[in-house]
Structures are given as C-alpha cells and as structure tokens.
Nanobody, 116 residues
Framework: QVQFVESGGDLVQAGGSLRLSCTAS????????IAWYRQAPGQQRLFIAG???????NYSDSVKGRFTISRDNAKNTVYLQMNSLKPEDTAVYYC??????????WGRGTQVTISS
C-alpha cells in the first residue's frame, strides 16, 4: 500500500504563497487519484483539492481560484500551489486518495501557518 509523505509547510504572511509536495515513501501514484486535505485545530479533516489520473481536477469552494493541484508521475509527486493565503488556511495539510473508497494510512502531514 501507499505511504504518503507531505512537505513544504511553513509560516507565511497573509497574501503569500506556498507549494506543498506529496510523495510516496512506498508505492506509486501513477494509477491513483490523489487529493489534498487539511485539518485545522479542533476541526475535521476536510477535502480541498483532488486530481485524477487523467488530470481532471476539482476544488472545494474555500480554495477555488487560489490553490492549484498538479501531478508529476515521473517524480511520483503531487503538488499543491497555494496563493493569496489567508489566516483561515492555517491547518495541517495531508494527501491521500480521493474520498469514496477508503483511504491509505495517513501521513504526518505538513503544518501551514498564515499570520495576519
């Protein structure tokens, strides 16, 4: 099974940008639909962006127009470009499969903190 590793989180000011990366320490992404999720303190983990193997993407309303998900199968990596960041984007960000048929084990996530 796939073991996800997230990276790229940081502390940035509101209005700034970050690019998160999702790789696999075990397994390959080539035939897997991948999504990014985030979990703010005291809240549920929520879907924010997904990309299918045919590169079709979808986004939650909270990030649409600001975040872009992409994949590079040659590097076994999925990216999340985050622009125009807001304090409410502060959360731990995780990657996993698209929702619907269960998940692989969750990675440790990467912390994103946006200061106002």
């Amino acid at each position: 099974q796939v073991q996800f590793v997230e990276s790229g989180g940081d502390l940035v000011q509101a209005g700034g940008s970050l690019r998160l990366s999702c790789t696999a320490s075990r397994g390959t992404f080539d035939f897997i639909n991948i999504a990014w999720y985030r979990q703010a303190p005291g809240q549920q983990r929520l879907f924010i962006a997904g990309i299918r193997t045919d590169d079709i993407t979808n986004y939650s309303d909270s990030v649409k127009g600001r975040f872009t998900i992409s994949r590079d199968n040659a590097k076994n990596t999925v990216y999340l470009q985050m622009n125009s960041l807001k304090p409410e984007d502060t959360a731990v960000y995780y990657c996993n499969v698209l929702p619907g048929r269960g998940f692989f084990p969750w990675g440790r996530g990467t912390q994103v903190t946006i200061s106002s």
